[in-house]
């Protein structure tokens, strides 16, 4: 995972509450995507930019918001916590078309 | 909404067998395709890619690709109880030039 560093990588949040969870790479790509991973539904993709100042909604981007300052920061804000959102969240990014590199993950659970 | 669709399994296997791990794509202008490993609580790895029609192979593992059929395949040669874990098929590229994932097989291998 050298290259894609997720922060935090543990959160507890009360309903209600906000928070952002943040990206980072110093490879120089592209693209880069937020997934959220939940038991027996796979990744789902929430938002991705597919450069700096894009971004585009993905398959679950309700409750989201995403931020791509730069090319190297890509960030996910969840305004107003909701126990659905409780999943375990992966940030990625994508070279051209055939190198991908995951972050390690950030647990997140909404009490 | 275009889809990925993988077998949930679990899929068993003995040590020392043939795994096979199928996946098919909805969205015909796909233009790479990707298998990653993913081990609990980890994040997912990458396994093999393979952009054009036929067959990829790397150590134990073998890609195949149908573009035709829209169909990807993984085979696990000489399986080994570390191969256990979840496979998740991925497709880039499209109508939506992005990256989407299947739910994943999850794949034992018994000693």
């Known amino acids: 995972n050298a290259g894609v560093t997720q922060t935090p990588k543990f959160q507890v949040l009360k309903t209600g509450q906000s928070m952002t969870l943040q990206c980072a790479q110093d490879?120089?790509?592209?693209?880069m995507y937020w997934y959220r991973q939940d038991p027996g539904m796979g990744l789902r993709l929430i938002y991705y930019?597919?450069?700096?100042?894009?971004?585009d909604k993905g398959e679950v981007p309700n409750g989201y918001n995403v931020s791509r300052l730069n090319k190297r920061e890509f960030s996910l804000r969840l305004e107003s916590a909701a126990p659905s959102q409780t999943s375990v969240y992966f940030c990625?990014?994508?070279?051209?078309?055939?190198?991908?590199?995951f972050g390690e993950g950030s647990w997140l659970t909404v009490v | 909404q275009k889809e990925v669709e993988q077998n949930s399994g679990p899929l068993s296997v003995p040590e020392g067998a043939i795994a096979s791990l199928n996946c098919t794509y909805s969205d015909r202008v796909s233009q790479s395709f990707f298998w990653y490993r993913q081990y609990s609580g980890k994040s997912p790895e990458l396994i093999m890619s393979?952009?054009?029609?036929g067959d990829k192979e790397d150590g134990r593992f073998t890609a195949q690709l149908n573009k035709a059929s829209q169909y990807v395949s993984l085979l696990i040669r000489d399986s080994q109880p570390s191969d256990s874990a979840t496979y998740l098929c991925?497709?880039?590229?499209?109508?939506?030039?992005?990256?989407?994932f299947g739910k994943g097989t999850k794949l034992s291998v018994k000693p």
């Open positions: 991925a497709v880039y590229g499209g109508s939506q030039g992005n990256l989407i």
């Open positions: 490879m120089n790509h592209n693209s």
């Open positions: 990625a990014t994508l070279l051209g078309v055939n190198t991908i590199y």
């Open positions: 393979i952009y054009s029609n």
């Open positions: 930019s597919a450069s700096e100042g894009t971004t």
